[in-house]
């Protein structure tokens, strides 16, 4: 199969179907006989179609007075993608995809990606040329105005860095910075609530920590505990709900709740997600994220620490949770981190040092 045969499979995967990008891309490619080169290319065509999917089908749409078929559309949008953000050459973009297409297509397809590759686009709105649903747009306005909103979208096109802790585990920078927040200690016991694959808890156990790390899906402690040996790492990993969690109160001298969230700061490392939330997700997730600050804060020994922390920007899934009971807010800006002040927590957004978007929040219980 060629190059954008593979691309072509997994678009159809996770445009008609529902699949995971990330998942389908990584089965087709192995299944595949690509050489590294094209693997990257593939890479690039499906995450970067699956991103500009509002875009691409803006440039489209001008010469199209039917929907076309599913099929079609995704042939299109392939092609639209490779003219106007991939920059591959007219004659390749066109004359490539147009072969996806079967005879009956074949001409409409032709005609329709010629049209695009020589029209100048005037685009409708500057979130369908940013390729996000409106309501993701508009939230990030509200929360952080627009110029930062704009810069944040822009930035979450773009494929994250890759960064390597000293250890060799990938973690994203801002990931790192959470787990520096906790400020674990050699000999300290240390909960990580919600802790797969296990990056910040073995990054805690880096520090010195006895790390205990839950997870609520089987499948996913199971990751903890592959990395966590991988690394010689100190962390004991157990199968949990952070909303019930199985210790008695005040076992731990601090405890991360790294919640389940939105994700719309880390956009960039899921190019589908942004048309898979939905705004109700947002208040389901708070509401989940509150049950699981309150039963988790029961954990910490007085005079121990809680830290919360989230890969999305919005107030609603972080500083708008009620401070617990029996705890104040530590004020103090952490040490690792280009964190902006966020109301009584801190915030990093994707464009200030080409991380994740993230917010943390720590807090002390009374001794
Ligand atoms: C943001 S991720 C954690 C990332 C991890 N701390 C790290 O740094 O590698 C959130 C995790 O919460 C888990 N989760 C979801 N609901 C949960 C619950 N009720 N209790 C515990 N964990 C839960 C998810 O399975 C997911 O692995």
Request: proline residues 7%; neutral net charge.
């Amino acid at each position: 199969m060629t190059s954008r045969q593979v691309a072509f499979r997994v678009l159809r995967r996770v445009e008609s179907d529902g699949a995971y990008a990330n998942l389908t891309l990584a089965a087709e490619l192995d299944r595949s006989r690509l050489s590294d080169a094209d693997r990257r290319f593939v890479t690039d065509l499906v995450y970067g179609t699956t991103r500009m999917r509002r875009a691409c089908d803006a440039l489209v749409d001008r010469f199209v007075t039917s929907p076309p078929d599913p099929a079609t559309r995704t042939m299109l949008r392939l092609g639209a993608y490779q003219l106007e953000f991939a920059g591959v050459p007219p004659h390749a973009a066109v004359g490539e995809t147009v072969a996806l297409a079967p005879k009956r297509t074949r001409g409409f397809v032709n005609a329709v990606l010629l049209k695009v590759s020589t029209t100048p686009m005037v685009w409708p709105s500057q979130w369908a040329r940013l390729s996000y649903p409106d309501w993701i747009a508009e939230r990030l306005v509200a929360e952080l105005g627009e110029d930062d909103a704009r810069e944040a979208l822009q930035r979450m096109n773009a494929p994250a860095t890759v960064t390597t802790r000293a250890d060799g585990y990938v973690q994203d920078l801002s990931s790192q910075w959470v787990a520096a927040a906790v400020e674990a200690v050699p000999g300290e016991v240390v909960l990580d609530a919600c802790a797969a694959p296990g990056g910040k808890a073995t990054a805690l156990a880096a520090a010195g920590a006895h790390v205990i790390a839950g997870d609520a899906r089987p499948s996913r402690a199971g990751l903890i505990a592959t990395n966590a040996k991988r690394l010689d790492a100190d962390v004991a990993t157990l199968v949990a709900d952070a909303t019930t969690p199985p210790f008695v109160a005040a076992t731990f001298d601090a405890v991360l709740v790294d919640a389940p969230c939105s994700g719309l700061g880390a956009l960039r490392r899921r190019p589908d997600a942004r048309w898979r939330i939905e705004p109700h997700d947002i208040r389901d997730l708070a509401d989940l994220q509150g049950r699981m600050l309150t039963a988790c804060a029961q954990l910490v020994k007085p005079g121990g620490r809680l830290v919360y922390s989230v890969c999305t920007l919005t107030a609603a899934e972080s500083i708008d949770h009620p401070i617990p009971d029996g705890f104040e807010v530590d004020h103090r800006r952490p040490d690792v981190g280009e964190w902006r002040p966020f109301r009584h927590g801190w915030r990093v957004l994707p464009q200030d040092a080409d991380t994740d978007g993230m917010v943390v929040i720590r807090y002390r219980r009374a001794a």
